[in-house]
């Protein structure tokens, strides 16, 4: 059992902590609730009785007397994948939950495709910030739901427009033996963290990063290109992948967004021809791989009055006019 009221009640004041705007009326519930179920110390009974019209001045000092009289971790103090205990101290999480993951289109097929994520057969990203991230930004170039004893925040849901950040739900992933947990952050889908035999975690996070039943021409020809461009050498010289997709003017040419030093987008485009997916990625790579200065592409500068070209422009960089 993980909904152990002591952890009911270090849930409550991490809550109350996080946004404190919400008051404290959640911390003090926790605390009856404490006291009904048979725990006792004197300032859990302190802070039943208070009340969230009182002033709240030293509450959370008082709180936080309370968990450590009953022998509870503060808030922050608890590893991922474990719980306060009945009686006081730490317990791991059983390995009860189960993981479906889907790659689907957008409600909105014009935003493209989303990850879904399926905890014990309900839905996660819908219940968190309300659309699952793009596949590039979960699978490719590199699958990021992959668990190791680091513990690592991903994303795993953003807002309805599509944009993370707007809104946002993410998981810290990490491997503990046998199991893998998640502990949601930000706009949390449900009220507790999960934990997955590894066996079938693994099984599922590869399973879905190598079906690619889903994918478009252009989505093909991006994967291609994210997982063969050289990303160390891009980034010896300030640039990273931005995205990739055709030219939303001339959808027979494919575009390949760059950032360089968060300063300026570079663009490469490379007309279709007809060709197969992984032809037009092989040239895309291939025109990657050679020095930025032997380059043909336009560059856009993020700031308005900026007007000088990138330091690293050769003399086929020319200005994208598209703004």
Not at 107 to 133: I, K, W
Request: net charge negative; charged share 25%.
């Amino acid at each position: 059992m993980t909904e152990t009221p002591e952890q009911r009640l270090h849930d409550a004041l991490a809550g109350w902590v996080a946004k404190p705007e919400n008051g404290p009326a959640e911390l003090i519930d926790a605390a009856c609730a404490a006291l009904a179920v048979g725990l006792d110390s004197p300032a859990l009974a302190e802070l039943a009785g208070t009340s969230a019209r009182d002033s709240t001045w030293g509450l959370r000092e008082l709180a936080e007397r309370a968990l450590r009289e009953l022998g509870t971790p503060l808030p922050g103090d608890i590893p991922p994948g474990y719980f306060a205990a009945r009686g006081g101290g730490i317990a791991r999480r059983p390995g009860t939950d189960s993981l479906r993951l889907a790659v689907v289109p957008t409600p909105d097929e014009a935003r493209g495709f989303q990850v879904l994520v399926h905890v014990n057969g309900v839905e996660m990203t819908s219940a968190g910030a309300g659309l699952g991230m793009d596949p590039y930004a979960l699978l490719i170039p590199f699958n990021r739901l992959t668990a190791t004893a680091e513990p690592r925040t991903v994303p795993i849901a953003r807002c309805g427009c599509g944009v993370y950040g707007c809104g946002s739900t993410d998981v810290t992933i990490v491997r503990d033996g046998d199991l893998v947990h998640w502990e949601w952050r930000l706009e949390v889908p449900m009220p507790r963290g999960v934990s997955f035999p590894a066996e079938q975690y693994d099984e599922e996070v590869a399973r879905v990063a190598a079906d690619h039943s889903w994918e478009t021409p252009v989505r093909t020809a991006g994967r291609y290109v994210l997982t063969g461009l050289d990303h160390d050498r891009l980034r010896s010289y300030g640039l990273r992948a931005d995205w990739v997709a055709n030219d939303y003017r001339d959808p027979g040419v494919f575009c390949v967004a760059l950032m360089l030093d968060d300063e300026y987008q570079v663009f490469l485009h490379t007309a279709w021809d007809g060709r197969e997916p992984g032809d037009l990625a092989r040239e895309v790579c291939a025109a990657l791989a050679l020095p930025p200065d032997q380059w043909s592409v336009g560059w856009h500068a993020i700031r308005p009055k900026q007007t000088e070209p990138p330091r690293i422009a050769g003399p086929s960089w020319r200005r994208d006019q598209r703004w």
